[in-house]
C-alpha cells in the first residue's frame, strides 16, 4: 500500500535550534508539495517541486526555511533557527500531476513544538 | 484575491441527520476543486476532485457536487464514523497548487 511517508512524527526543541523533516513521497510521483497546518490558518503552502526542481517556495520564510529534494524518493525541509511561531503540523504530499489533473496524496504529518 | 471558504465551521449532527457542507470559492480559471477528509492526528485523506460545473461524485454516504461559484459536500444519513474535518481545495490555471480552505469540523452523535 504506496503511501508517503514523514519523519519525525513528533519534535519539541528549544528556540534557535536547527530542525529538519523529511518526507518519501509515493513511488511514481512526479510533484511533491509542503504544507504547514495550524489552527489559525489551516494549510498553507510552503513549497513545492515538480520533477524534483522547485517551483514555488513563496509561502516560506527565506531567511530560515529551505527546502530540498536531493533525489526522488526524499524530500527535506529545514528551519534554521527555529522560532516558536513555527510550532506547527507540517505535510508533505505527492502527486502524479498532469497539467491540472491528478490528487494529492499526504503523509502523516510532522508535528513540531519549539520552545 | 483568490479565497476559498468553507461554512460552515463546525457541524453537529445526529446519526441519520443528513446535511451539507459548503465551498465557496472565488478563482479565476478553476481547474479542479478537491475535497478531502482529516481524522485527528491524521493527514488530510483523499476522496472526491471535481473539474466542472455539473458534476458530481459519490462514495459511500458521501456526494460531492459543484457549480460554478461553490461545491456541496452532501452526506445522507451519517455515522459516528463520519466524524472528521472535511477539507475543500482548488487548482486553478497557472499552477498545480492546491489551495485550501479551513474546513468544517463535523461531529456525528449516536
Known amino acids: 500500500d504506496a503511501r508517503v511517508t514523514q519523519t519525525p512524527r513528533d519534535k519539541v526543541t528549544e528556540m534557535g535550534q536547527e530542525v529538519t523533516m523529511r518526507c518519501q513521497p509515493i513511488?511514481?510521483?512526479?510533484?511533491v508539495f509542503w504544507y504547514r497546518q495550524t489552527m489559525m490558518q489551516g494549510l498553507e503552502l510552503l513549497a513545492y517541486f515538480r520533477n524534483r526542481a522547485p517551483l514555488d517556495d513563496s509561502g516560506m520564510p527565506k531567511d530560515r526555511f529551505s527546502a530540498e529534494m536531493p533525489d526522488a524518493t526524499l524530500a527535506t525541509l529545514k528551519i534554521q533557527p527555529s522560532e516558536p511561531r513555527d510550532s506547527a503540523v507540517y505535510f508533505c504530499?505527492?502527486?502524479?500531476?498532469?497539467?491540472?489533473?491528478?490528487?494529492?496524496?499526504f503523509g502523516e504529518g510532522s508535528r513540531l513544538t519549539v520552545l | 484575491e483568490d479565497q476559498v471558504t468553507q461554512s460552515p465551521e463546525a457541524l453537529r449532527l445526529q446519526e441519520g441527520e443528513s446535511s451539507s457542507l459548503n465551498c465557496s470559492y472565488t478563482?479565476?480559471?478553476?481547474?479542479?476543486l478537491f475535497w478531502y477528509r482529516q481524522d485527528p492526528g491524521k493527514g488530510p485523506e483523499f476522496l472526491f476532485t471535481l473539474y466542472s460545473a455539473g458534476e458530481e461524485k459519490e462514495k459511500e454516504r458521501l456526494k460531492a457536487t459543484l457549480t460554478k461559484k461553490e461545491s456541496f459536500l452532501h452526506i445522507t444519513a451519517p455515522k459516528p464514523e463520519d466524524s472528521a474535518t472535511y477539507l475543500c481545495a482548488v487548482r486553478y490555471t497557472g499552477f498545480q497548487k492546491l489551495v485550501f480552505g479551513t474546513g468544517t469540523r463535523l461531529l456525528v452523535s449516536p
Open positions: 513511488l511514481g510521483h512526479n510533484t
Open positions: 504530499a505527492s502527486g502524479l500531476l498532469t497539467g491540472a489533473a491528478g490528487e494529492l496524496f
Open positions: 478563482v479565476s480559471g478553476l481547474r479542479g
